[in-house]
C-alpha cells in the first residue's frame, strides 16, 4: 500500500492525522500532490481534507451536513463532554501540581508510572481520580494504578494519544488534542444558552478548522 493510499485509508477512517500518529501519512498530506489527492478523493465521496491549524492534524470533513453528521456530532459532543472533559480536567490538575503549563499539547509526553506516582503522592489528585465515574470499565474495587491505566486506554481508544514505548508505557500526545479543546471550549460556551440541538446546529456553521492556536479559544470561523 503507497502512502498515500494509506493516507487516504486513515482519513475514511475517521482518524486525526498528525505528525505523531501516522507521521509518514501527515508527511504525505504535507505535500502538494498528496494533498491534491485527498482533496480530489475526497469530494468524488462528498467530503472535505480539513486542518487544525496550518501546522495541524488532518482530517475528513463534511462537504454538507446531513442529519446523519447531526446525529453523530451530537453524541461526539455527549462523550466529550461527559468522558473526556473529566479526564482532561484530571490531566491539567496533575501538571499543575508538578509546576507545570496545565496545557495539554501534541507532541507532550505522558508516562503512566508518572501519573500513578503523583497520585499517590498528591491526595487531591488521589481524590478527582477517584470521583471520575466516566472511566471505561473502571470498578469501585480498581486501584489508583488501574484508574490511571484505564484513562490511559481510553485516550488511546479515543486517538488522543499513542504508545511510544510498550515496555515503560510511555504515551505521547497527537494532534487530535487540538479538536478535542475547541470542541470542550465552544461546548462550555454555548451549552448553558443552546438545547443540544442548537449547539450541534451552531458548531454546524463552525467547524471548519482552517486555523487555530490550539488554545480553548472556540471553534474557529472559515
Not at 482532561?88 to 501540581?97: A, D, P, S
Not at 508516562?111 to 489528585?125: C, G, H, P, Q, Y
Request: charged content about 30%.
Amino acid at each position: 500500500m503507497s502512502r498515500i493510499e494509506s493516507a487516504l485509508k486513515r482519513l475514511a477512517e475517521g482518524c486525526f492525522v498528525c505528525a505523531y500518529h501516522y507521521p509518514d501519512e501527515f508527511e504525505t498530506l504535507q505535500e502538494a500532490g498528496g494533498k491534491r489527492q485527498a482533496e480530489e478523493w475526497l469530494g468524488l465521496i462528498g467530503y472535505r481534507l480539513a486542518r487544525l491549524g496550518e501546522d495541524g492534524a488532518f482530517f475528513m470533513a463534511h462537504s454538507i451536513v446531513t442529519n446523519e453528521m447531526r446525529s453523530g456530532l451530537r453524541e461526539e459532543m455527549r462523550a466529550v463532554r461527559t468522558k473526556l472533559d473529566p479526564i482532561v480536567h484530571f490531566l491539567e490538575v496533575l501538571r499543575e501540581t508538578q509546576g507545570r503549563d496545565p496545557h495539554i499539547h501534541p507532541g507532550d509526553m505522558i508516562w503512566e508510572s508518572e501519573i500513578s506516582e503523583a497520585v499517590r503522592a498528591n491526595s487531591r489528585l488521589e481524590r478527582t481520580l477517584n470521583e471520575m465515574r466516566e472511566i471505561s470499565g473502571s470498578r469501585t474495587t480498581d486501584s489508583s494504578i488501574d484508574r490511571v491505566r484505564r484513562v490511559l486506554e481510553q485516550l488511546v481508544k479515543a486517538g488522543y494519544i499513542v504508545e511510544t514505548n510498550a515496555a515503560s508505557k510511555g504515551y505521547q500526545v497527537t494532534g487530535k488534542v487540538q479538536y478535542l479543546y475547541q470542541l470542550l471550549n465552544f461546548i462550555n460556551e454555548n451549552t448553558p444558552l443552546l438545547s443540544d440541538d442548537g449547539v450541534v446546529d451552531s458548531i454546524d456553521t463552525q467547524l471548519r478548522l482552517d486555523g487555530t492556536d490550539g488554545e480553548r479559544s472556540g471553534l474557529q470561523s472559515p
